[in-house]
């Protein structure tokens, strides 16, 4: 297990470098994203990770790395259920395409600081109380059957009780003010759309995080190795969205392999008190789940008439008269 005093504090501060550099110089100013900078972004965020991964192999060897590397992938294959959920909120939201690489980036701060706060003590409770593992087992499998039953339809996210209660305020603008989160009027501060969509991205990552964060737990008792492996994967998840947003629906099967992944875990959470599975097992089993979804969705192609994110949401506005 890590306790190296310096680690900790490096790793923060090395995120928080990643991120001023990410907003404040690469994308000082709101425009909308290529699928090519996008791309490159997302490689630059998984050359750093894998860099990350081969230092753990070197320094604390194969079984920490392991675990690295199947946190990693764990919470990665997650994260593309998130984007499709994020794509419907800026849909929903018509959020404009300048302003929503801006909230995916403050969406990332929060979802480092919820995780941060959650996996530390997550960890010692597990740690401690071999039931409680056991116990978020039980919830992995659960999710992982609701998962695979549920038919992909989401809630509206306008009628969200964190969403009405905003509104109810009276302090909401009806315009979009560029990418401001927050606006003056007559001295008086009011929220702007933006600030809604933000909410309701976090309110959704906390959702995700019910999953994630137990699914890294069966993986590594390390929380260091469970916390830098969710930093890593959340990190590139603004780049990822602009690249995958659009094609989500092509990976039809993706997400039967995300709930084979949730199972296999919740099992391996519930046994581990009496069998512990080997890491290099458990990242086998991982990656061949989701990346035999993956092929299969891309040898086995939806049918033409099957309706596409973009198109419910004209149907939407087409019902209401928009």
Known sequence: MFDHEWLWPGFLAFVALVLFFDLFVLHRKDRVITTREAFLTVAGYVSLAMLFAASIFYFEGRQRGSEFLTGYLVEQALSLDNIFVIALIFSYFKVPAEAQYRVLFYGIVGAIVMRLSLIVPGVHLVDQFWWVGALLGVILLYSGYKMM???????DPGNSRVVKWLRSTGRVTDEYEGSKFLTRRNGVLFMTPLFLVLVTVEVT?????????????????DPFIVFSSNVFAILGLRALFFVLSGMMREFRFLKHGLSLVLIFVGAKMIIQHWYKLPSELSLSVVAALILGSVLLSWLIKEGEGEETPEHLAAVDRAKHGE
């Open 205 to 221: 990552d906390l959702v995700f995080a019910i999953d994630s964060i137990p699914a890294v737990l069966a993986i590594s008792n």
């Open 149 to 155: 039953m549920h038919d992909g339809d989401m809630a």
